[in-house]
């Protein structure tokens, strides 16, 4: 009889033994589809971050924001005196790019420029100085200022885009960049520059207002948004 018992009780340790192993393997198999879900949910996230980061980009010389590309073809800084710099009595920065409008908006290689990159010269650490626009004395590139570029990437005869030149304003020294997570603060409106350096967005329109306070000694600055480019 005790023989029977010993035999009954292994059998069912056994049993119980078993609905463990059974139960602890649902629980790892349902471990294992939660991670995988939240894996799945995170891939897309990144995904989705990703395409709203492709709307606005700086990445291998080419700038997109939601209305233009430019494409940065070729820089070069140009003596005085030389090819291209001929009547200068500065050094300039040349750039030769491309403009793509991406709107039915008229946007010309210049404003898109403006709108996008500004040049700064790292020659004093307590200012930032700003490259001046100047003229780029090359009669084979074609002055594009007054074409509008309504489809399509804009092509210039000289084969390598617009050029613009910047002038330097103490001689040849080297030329900061931009910083790019800046930009891209400015550009998605998380930085609010104007309110930091009490400058005021203003049209076109509102320039000359703007331009006679300007002169009048308003202790305010003014920029010039003819587009409507930059986020209010």
């Not at 626009?133 to 990437?153: C, L, P, R």
Request: charged share 25%; proline share 3%.
């Amino acid at each position: 009889m005790k023989k029977y018992l010993f035999v009954l009780l292994a059998l069912m340790l056994v049993v119980l033994s078993a609905c463990g192993g059974s139960s602890e393997s649902k629980n790892t198999e349902n471990e294992e589809s939660k991670d995988s879900a939240d894996a799945a949910n995170e891939e897309s996230k990144d995904s989705e971050e990703t395409n709203e980061n492709e709307d606005v980009y700086f990445k291998n010389n080419e700038a997109k924001i939601e209305d233009l590309k430019i494409k940065i073809k070729e820089t070069m800084v140009i003596p005085a005196g030389e090819e291209g710099n001929e009547t200068g009595e500065k050094p300039v920065f040349a750039i030769w790019y491309e403009t793509t409008n991406l709107t039915d908006k008229d946007i010309d290689p210049s404003t898109a420029w403006i709108a996008v990159f500004t040049a700064l010269q790292d020659n004093d650490p307590n200012a930032v100085n700003e490259l001046e626009m100047g003229a780029y004395q090359d009669g084979t590139v074609e002055n594009s200022i007054a074409k509008d570029a309504k489809e399509g990437t804009l092509k210039i005869r000289f084969g390598l885009g617009f050029a613009k030149a910047h002038t330097f304003v103490t001689g040849q020294t080297p030329v900061m960049k931009y910083h790019r997570d800046l930009m891209m603060a400015i550009l998605s409106g998380k930085a609010q520059i104007a309110k930091a350096v009490n400058a005021t967005l203003i049209s076109l329109n509102e320039a000359p207002a703007g331009y006679g306070a300007f002169n009048g000694g308003a202790s305010k600055k003014f920029v010039i948004d003819p587009h409507g480019l930059v986020k209010a």
